[in-house]
């Protein structure tokens, strides 16, 4: 079976995806990526604008939890329990294993959850494989590991169909 490559749905940043719009959408639970998607890597709590956010998801009866890569554990764990959600840190997207048990602990199926993240090959391509909807946002930055570079590079046909066919 083929799997798109391409986003459900294009923002600039998270802050631009709206709790509301979500809620509408029958969204009840986000999957966030936690690196250049919430916060540049490195930092280690959310800033204001962040917590802002959750606080409207939250209101708007959508749970955020964070699903990240990052393979210090202690990365995910102290961010996430600063902006007190749940998370799943070294989820090893693309794979779907992490997708369904985060769906399974809160108690939701694909048709209520989404994921948002920065990368296609890991973020969008997971979400697609568990069957969510799939939300791409620009990254925070490129800065620092040259590899990046090269990922977004071979990313951008995809970004840029995705943001077309999400207009």
């Not at 490195?42 to 959508?62: S, Y």
């Not at 985060?102 to 694909?110: S, T």
Request: net charge positive; charged share 25%; hydrophobic share 40%.
């Amino acid at each position: 079976m083929a799997l798109s490559l391409l986003a459900d749905r294009v923002f600039p940043s998270v802050q631009a995806i709206s709790p509301r719009w979500l809620a509408q959408e029958g969204i009840t639970l986000l999957l966030a990526d936690l690196d250049n998607t919430l916060s540049a890597y490195g930092v280690p709590e959310p800033d204001e604008p962040v917590r802002t956010w959750e606080r409207a998801l939250r209101e708007a009866g959508v749970t955020l939890f964070i699903l990240s890569n990052n393979r210090k554990p202690e990365r995910a764990k102290r961010y996430a329990q600063s902006l007190g959600v749940p998370y799943i840190g070294h989820a090893g997207k693309p794979k779907p294993g992490s997708f369904h048990r985060a769906m399974e602990q809160m108690g939701v199926g694909p048709g209520q959850t989404a994921i948002v993240g920065d990368q296609i090959f890991t973020d969008i391509l997971g979400g697609k494989r568990a069957g969510v909807r799939t939300l791409l946002v620009e990254p925070i930055r490129l800065a620092g590991n040259p590899g990046r570079y090269l990922r977004y590079a071979a990313e951008w046909p995809f970004r840029a169909l995705a943001k077309q066919r999400s207009k």
